[in-house]
């Protein structure tokens, strides 16, 4: 592919990894119809895109300070809670939670309804600690960039400018713990659900529809590609009609565990089916360490013992067998964990991470993030929403020994 021309648009993506605590990190960032002559992107990637061949990918490794703010200590700030806005902060302040600096008054350069998100770190008596700091600020990241299309067209020079590794980096970071310490996430009555009568009856009728838009169900079927291997014995864990593993995938079984019996009968990939309520009765029928792999699609927000799930499930993989747990921005509201509908997105990547470390059975715990793809154009939803749903991934390994 040649190098792109000044008046080009092209569909790149960025491929931004991180880690902090041991945890690695991959937000996928898909970038529509990039402008070559007044969009942004850093420095040496842009050059690339201008002047060199687009064949291969091209990368750079940021430094702290160089794509985010530097982390600034007086971005910390002792805020009385008189100075808060509290109806904002829902079910009240959490320890570890993000927050709209809008919330905040006395600081110069807050404005009421600015979203910008704060964290706040601890909570004592009637102030708290805010981090006003970017989420990313102060950890290193490789950024990796690829052109996907491009078209050319005629000469334009008006138009708005898009800074996409500002757009990409809007979230991540939020999923990390602060100075290592576990957000507070377990109080009981984050897990009550608005409508608390038992799951069965709510799922007993068919519900034969797509979840999520066509474009992410492709992605989240890619992305169990990287995860899978043929040949593994897999349970589907919360399943229903489509488990989106790609067909040509030779699983040696899967096997789907789910509420509707009608749904799962008609998800041509099972190989088997279980039906069975989780919130009820979390012990899974199966051995000890007899699957390859274990996956939750776009389920594991309705979990209200979850820990004790996720144990459960490194019970029944083989060592070394992978958890993986995706899910985007919908969901049945009335099912629901109460926290969920009140985290950022990148907090719900941090609240499935804490249920893998807080049981303590995985390894090797990673998360991936796939935003910014267009929407169908035959999608329902188009053109109000223009952006195809996210996809959100926490996976983790089980212990190849014993866990200590």
């Not at 110069?108 to 805010?130: H, L």
């Not at 992305?223 to 899978?228: K, S």
């Not at 109460?338 to 990547?349: G, K, Q, S, T």
């Amino acid at each position: 592919m040649k190098a792109l021309s000044p008046c080009a648009l092209a569909d790149l993506s960025f491929d931004i990894t991180w880690e902090k605590d041991g945890i690695a990190h991959q937000e996928h960032y898909f970038a529509d119809q990039f402008n070559c002559w007044r969009d942004i992107v850093p420095d040496p990637l842009l050059k690339h895109i201008r002047n060199g061949s687009m064949e291969d990918p091209v990368s750079l490794q940021a430094k702290p300070g160089e794509l985010v703010p530097e982390y600034r200590p007086d971005n910390v700030h002792y805020i009385p809670k008189s100075r808060l806005d509290i109806f904002l902060a829902g079910d009240g302040l959490v320890r570890g939670r993000f927050y709209p600096q809008g919330m905040i008054s006395g600081i110069p350069g807050i404005f009421k309804g600015n979203i910008t998100p704060f964290r706040c770190v601890d909570i004592d008596g009637d102030s708290i600690r805010a981090d006003l700091n970017h989420p990313m600020a102060g950890i290193p990241m490789d950024v990796t960039l690829r052109v996907h299309s491009k078209l050319f067209r005629s000469e334009e020079r008006g138009g708005c400018c898009t800074d996409w590794i500002e757009l990409a980096l809007s979230g991540p970071g939020m999923q990390a713990r602060y100075n290592r310490q576990p957000t507070d996430f377990f109080l009981k009555k984050f897990f009550d659900r608005r409508d608390p009568r038992r799951d069965p009856r709510y799922y007993a009728r068919d519900r034969f529809v797509q979840h999520i838009d066509d474009t992410a169900r492709q992605n989240l079927s890619d992305l169990y590609e990287t995860i899978l291997r043929p040949g593994d014995a897999v349970l589907d864990l919360m399943a229903g009609w489509e488990s989106h593993i790609p067909g040509e995938l030779d699983l040696s079984s899967l096997h789907g565990l789910g509420l509707n019996a009608n749904e799962l009968k008609g998800n041509k990939q099972l190989t088997a089916h279980t039906v069975q309520d989780l919130n009820t009765n979390g012990r899974l029928a199966f051995g000890d360490a007899c699957f390859d792999a274990v996956i939750c699609s776009l389920s594991v927000e309705y979990l209200i013992n979850p820990v004790a799930v996720f144990k459960e499930v490194a019970r029944v993989l083989k060592p070394g067998g992978v958890f993986a747990v995706t899910f985007s921005n919908r969901w049945f509201p009335e099912k629901a964990i109460r926290i969920w509908e009140e985290l950022h997105d990148f907090e719900r990547v941090g609240l499935v991470t804490e249920y893998f470390l807080e049981s303590g059975r995985y390894e090797s715990v990673s998360t991936v993030s796939m935003r910014g793809y267009p929407r169908p154009y035959g999608d329902k939803y188009f053109p109000a929403i223009m952006s195809s749903d996210p996809v959100h991934c926490v996976i983790g390994r089980k212990f190849t020994v014993a866990a200590p």
